[in-house]
C-alpha cells in the first residue's frame, strides 16, 4: 500500500507511484512496461515553464468553505488568492450558498530567508483565526519555506493547542516534484489526516470527487434514481460534510488523477469502496462507471433500467452524428486522468488518435494497478498510437501537430489551445470536467467538434496573421530531439 | 510584527517576466521552480508571440536544489536560443536559485559573444515586489544591453509609465501618452506592445530626454539614463486622466521640450473644447443622478490612487475620503507621493494610507460615512465590501479578474470620458 497517513506528507508521485514525464512511444509499449516494471522517465535537456503542485493542493482546499488557507511563501505565490476569491464567490452564487474562505499569505521577504520567519507564520496563523473565525486552517508550504528548513509542522502542532479549529500543514513546495498532481494528494492527506473522521453510521452518500460541480444538477437526478446522493469534493464543501467522508457507500471520481489519494485513502482506511472504473466520459465510460457504482451499492436493476430509459433516447442522435466524424484525426494534450479517457471516447466516435500527449504518466494508481483506462485502451485501441509524456512541453507539441498535420487538436490547461491554432489546426478545449459526461455530454461534444472542424475562421484568420516561436531548426527536428534517453 | 498579505494586490518581483513579455520578441528565461510563470503571469492577456508557457525554465527540481542548477541553466539557454526564436533573451532568477546560490552572472556572461543577446536580472521573489522587479528589469537592459549613442536625436522622448500586464489599462494608456506628446511635435519612443521591440529600445539612449509618468515605479530606471547616457528626464508624477490634468501634462512637456507657447495653447484649446462639448451634453447626468454622492475611495497602486483621486476631485468636483495606496511604496519615496494628494483645487487634500492589509483598508472604509452610497474604484478584492456598504464600485487595477480589458485607455482627454463611461455605467443601474 503506498498511502501512509501516519507521515507528515504524501509523498510525490515519482517516489510514491513511480510516476514520470518524459516518454516517447506508444500506447502498447507504454502499457506493457508499466506493467513489466520496466517504465523509467526521461529527463529533457531543454524546458518549458511548467506548473507546480501548489497551484493544486491549494486550489484544492481553498473551494472548502468557510477556511483559512495560509500560504507561507513570498508574495508571488499568493498571486492566485484572488481568482480564487472571485471563482469561490460565483461558485457559491451559482450554488445559493455562501463562502468565507480566505487565502492570504506570509509575504516572506529577504531578511526571513536568513532567519526564519516561523514566528511570525504563527502569528499570522492567529491573526487570521481572529479576523475570520475560519473552520479549518491549511498552512501551506513554499520552495521557499522548503529549502530553508520552516519546521512547518511544530508550528502545527503548537496551534492545535491554540486554536478550536482543525489545523493541518500542506506540504506542497514546488521543486519537490514535477508532477502537479503531487499536489491534489497533499490537498488530500491533509483532509484525510486532519478532518475526516472515523464512520458513526453508514449514510446514503457517494463521495464525488470532482473540480467545479458544473453537473450538479444533473447528478443529482440520476443518483435519485438509485436512491443515494452525490457528495461533491471540495468545492463548496464544509468542514462537517468533510468529516463524514468515511460514512458514504462509495467514492467515485471524475478524473483518476484526481481520485486516486481520497478515494483509495478512504476505502483503505475506512473501507469506504472506491470506485475505480475508466471515468464516465462518452457511452461505454458512463455506462461501465454507471453498473460498477450500480454493483458496489447494491443497485444494479435500477441502473440497467436507467441505461435502457437513456439509451433509447440519445443513442441513435449520437450513432447519427458519429457517421459525420469518421476519418478525422486527432491529437491531445492533457492530463492523464483525461488524455487517455478523451482519447477513448474519440475512438468510440470515431475519430482516429493519432497522437496522444499526457502531462505526466501514472503507470498505477495507489491501489497498484495500472490506470483502468490503459488497459480499457490496450484492449480496444483500433490503432498503437502514439503516445508522449510531456509536462506540458509546447514545443514538442507543435513538433507532433507540425508532422502529423490532424483535423483537430484537444487541449484542457489554460493557454495551450491557442498554439495549434496559429499552427493551423482547430482546437477544442476540453476545459469542464463534464463536457463529455454520459450520454448528452458525449453528444455535445460531438456536435462541438463537428463545429469547430467546420467553421475555422478564427483560426485561419489568426494563423494567417501570427508567426509561431519556434525556429525552423526546431520543426526539422524529431519531436524527442531534447529528451534524453534513460539513465 | 508579522506582515500578513491578506488580500494581496501585489506579486513578487519575479513577475517582471511580464515586463520582458511586453517587449515584442523578448523572451524571459526562467531559473525557477516549475510554477512560477503559471502563477505570476498567466492572466487575459498574456497569450502573445510568447506566453507563460513558452518561456523556457529550468523548472528546479530537487536535484538542483541539491546540487546546484547552473549546468541545468546553461543547457536551456544555449537551447532556448536554439529552439525559440527570439530578439533578446532575458535570464530571471528565482527564490530557489537565489537561495541555492547559482552564479547566474557567470553563466549568462558566457553568452556574451553568441548570436543573440542574453541578459539577466536578479528577481528573487523574496527580495521586493513586481513593482520593484519591473524596475529591475528596466535596469538589466540599460547595464546590460544599451549601447552609448552615436548622437542624440532632437525631439526624441522616451516614455515611461504603469508596469505591463500588472496593470490593465498599461498598453492603452502607453499609447495614449505617445499620442499626447506627439502632438506636441515630438517623437515619442516606448519599447511595450505591438510593433516596438529591440528596436525602440535601441534608440532609447539616443533620445533628447526621458518622459516618467508614474508617483515613483521607473523613477531609478530614469536615474540611471542620466548617469549612463546624459539623458535629462522630467518626472511628471500624476497619470493624466481628464481635462485637468492632462492640459496641465501637455503644458508641463511641452514647456520642457522649448515647444512654442501658442503651439500649446492651441492644442489644449482645441482638446479642452471638444472635452467640454460631451461634459455639456452629458452634465445633466452627473448634476442629477440622485445616487451619486459626493465622496469616494481609491484603493489601487500609487499611479491610479493619485491619477483617479485627481480626477475625481478636479474634473468632477467630488470630495476624496481617505486613498489607500497598496503598491509598498518604497519608504523613500512616500513622502513625494503623498504631497500629490496634498495639490488639488480649492485647497482640497485628501489623507492617504500606504498598507498592504487589505482587511485593515476595508474595515476601515465600512467605518466611514461617505454622505451617501460610496464610490469605491479598486480591484476584484473591493467588490465584498462594495456590496456591504451598497458602494458603487468599479474595478480597475489588478486583480481584475470579473473585467475584460483588451486596449482601451484611462489616459487623456478621451480617457477622462472613458472612466466617467464606466463609473457612470455602475451608478446607473440605481434609482435611487
Redesign the interface.
Known sequence: MSINLELATAGTRESRLGSITGYNGNLQDLVQQSHCGSLADRQR???????????CALGQLSGIRDVAIINHA??????????V??LN?QLAVKRGVSNST?Y???????Q??VFG?I???K??VL??YR?YRPKAIFIGTS??SG??GEDVDSVVEELRNEVPVPVAAVHCE?????I?ASGFDASDHAILTSLVKPPKQKRNIINFKNFYESARDQIFELFANFGVEPLFLYQNSTVEELAGLSEALATVCICGTLGTYLGNGLEEKYGVPYVRTINPLGVVGFETWLREIGKVIGKEVEVEQYITKERAQYMSKIDEIKKELQGFRAVLGMGPGYTFEVARVLQELGIEVVWAAAWHYDKKHDNGQVPPALDHLLRNSPNNFKLSVA??Q??EILNILNTYKPDIYFSRH???T?WAIKQGVPALCVNDEYMIFGYKGTLNFAQSILDTIRNRSFEKNLAAR??L???D??YQQDNAA?LKEKK | ????????R??????AMQTVHAITRALPI?H?????????S?SAG??G??????????????T??VFGGEDRLK??IE??I?????DLYVVLT???SE??GDDVEQIVRSFRNGKKPVIFAST????G??YLGHEWVLRAIIEQYLKPPTNKIKGLVNIWAGVPLHDPFWLGNLRELEKLVAELGLTPNTIFGHGHGLENINKIPAAEFNLLVSPWVGLESVKLLEEKFGTPYLHYATLPIGAFETSRFLRTVGEYAAIEQKKIDELVGKYEAEYYYYIERFADVFLETRVMAKRFTVVSDAQYSVALTKFLVNDLGLFPAKQYIIDDTPDEYREQVTRQFREMNYDIKAEVGFT?DG?QIQEEIQNTDFNGYPLIIG???E??IAQKTKAHFLAVSW?L??RLVVNSSYVGYGGGLKLLEDIYSVVLTRFN
Open positions: 535537456c531543454f524546458s518549458q515553464s511548467s506548473t507546480c503542485c501548489s497551484g513570498p508574495s508571488g505565490c499568493t498571486a492566485t488568492a484572488a481568482g476569491d472571485v464567490a480566505v492570504v499569505g506570509t509575504d516572506l521577504n529577504e526571513d530567508t520567519a514566528g511570525s507564520l502569528e499570522i491573526e487570521t479576523r520552495c521557499v529549502i530553508i514546488g521543486f519537490k516534484t514535477k502537479w509536462d506540458q509546447n514545443y489554460p493557454g495551450t491557442i501570427t508567426k516561436p519556434y525556429t531548426w526546431w531534447l | 510584527m508579522a506582515k500578513i498579505l491578506d488580500q494581496p501585489y506579486k513578487c518581483s519575479m513577475a526562467l525557477s521552480g516549475p510554477g512560477c510563470a503559471e502563477k505570476l498567466g498574456s497569450s508571440y510568447f506566453s507563460p508557457h513558452i518561456f523556457p525554465c529550468t523548472n528546479i527540481s530537487e538542483e536544489v543547457e536551456t537551447n532556448a536554439k529552439v525559440i526564436d527570439a528565482s527564490c530557489t537561495i541555492v528573487p521573489g523574496f527580495k515586489n513586481n498592504t482587511h480591484s476584484s478584492w467588490k465584498k486583480p479578474n470579473e
